[in-house]
């Protein structure tokens, strides 16, 4: 730059731990530079929101909190929706993702059951708060190391932590009162299943539909299935919010149990495209790749297979 003034950070390189080669957004043209961060803009967004509720839920602004988990959602959906359309998803994005999740769809739902339910038994609150919290975080591991290109996209292994999330704020716009229905002692049961049910759901492997095709349609049909959808949920959302949201949150954990029971008959009516095709045992989750090698049973040639089908 001879004696001309330097640019910030000019000397500064980014350097790989494994030697691959990094390339800095300082070499990008602004365009391309935009479309690297923008879903990771949306990603800090979402982890923005589920800090502002937790803050929020512990001054006893229940609502508050549970409407900045609604933003949350669909700043993690715009995210991925925008990585994908501009073709900037990478390894830095799924790891960003996962943590901003679980910030607003682990830690500030269990701080919304803590604070909100259960107050009359601290330490059932604490117990049920932190099973929130744990099983949210081994969703989120589980799914960054058993990412495969070739699964089913239609489908999550588990209850996805923003479905979960949502069971929870939709639970508290209806209620509005955590003291609500039948009762053990001074522990309104309502409060105490709703931490706990969709937190087990997400470390199953009970297999849930992700419903991309809503949000890329690539039918006519299907773009206009997503516009009847979307025209349903905004009138519903005007008329009444908190019904709305509980209809949509409860029917679609209620969904994968279901669709297990019915696959077979679904099968026969409609055809195998109509339920979830067999899922394959895959690596240790925990083991190293060396130290679990897939058996012969394990091959999909002698038909182990994952029967939960939904």
Not at 211 to 240: K, Q, W
């Amino acid at each position: 730059m001879g004696l001309g003034r330097r640019r910030p950070f000019a000397r500064w390189r980014l350097i790989s731990p494994t030697g691959a080669e990094v390339v800095s957004l300082r070499q990008l043209s602004n365009r391309d530079r935009l479309r690297v961060t923008a879903p990771s803009i949306f990603t800090t967004g979402n982890m923005a929101c589920g800090f502002a509720s937790v803050l929020l839920a512990f001054r006893q602004e229940f609502g508050w909190a549970a409407a900045l988990l609604c933003v949350s959602i669909l700043l993690d959906i715009a995210d991925g929706f925008v990585a994908r359309k501009v073709g900037a998803t990478s390894p830095f994005g799924v790891q960003l993702d996962s943590m901003a999740d679980l910030i607003s769809f682990g830690m500030a739902p269990a701080v919304l059951v803590h604070t909100w339910a259960l107050d009359s038994w601290p330490v059932a609150a604490w117990g049920a708060a932190f099973l929130w919290l744990a099983c949210a975080a081994f969703r989120l591991a589980r799914f960054n190391v058993t990412v495969d290109p070739m699964d089913d996209k239609r489908y999550f292994v588990g209850l996805p932590s923003p479905g979960a999330a949502l069971v929870m704020i939709a639970t508290v716009f209806a209620l509005q009162r955590p003291d609500i229905g039948p009762r053990v002692g001074p522990v309104a049961l309502l409060p105490a299943v709703v931490a706990v049910v969709p937190a087990l759901l997400m470390v199953t492997s009970v297999r849930f539909r992700s419903f991309r095709n809503l949000l890329v349609p690539e039918t006519a049909r299907a773009r206009a299935g997503t516009l009847l959808v979307a025209v349903v949920l905004v009138v519903g959302m005007f008329l009444a919010p908190a019904h709305i949201l509980l209809i949509v949150a409860y029917a679609y954990v209620l969904s994968a149990p279901l669709g297990v029971l019915t696959a077979p008959l679904r099968e026969r009516l409609f055809g195998p495209e109509s339920v979830a095709p067999p899922r394959y045992r895959s690596r240790s989750v925990f083991l190293p790749a060396a130290e679990s090698p897939l058996d012969e049973d394990d091959l999909p040639d002698n038909g182990a297979v994952d029967t939960a089908t939904s």
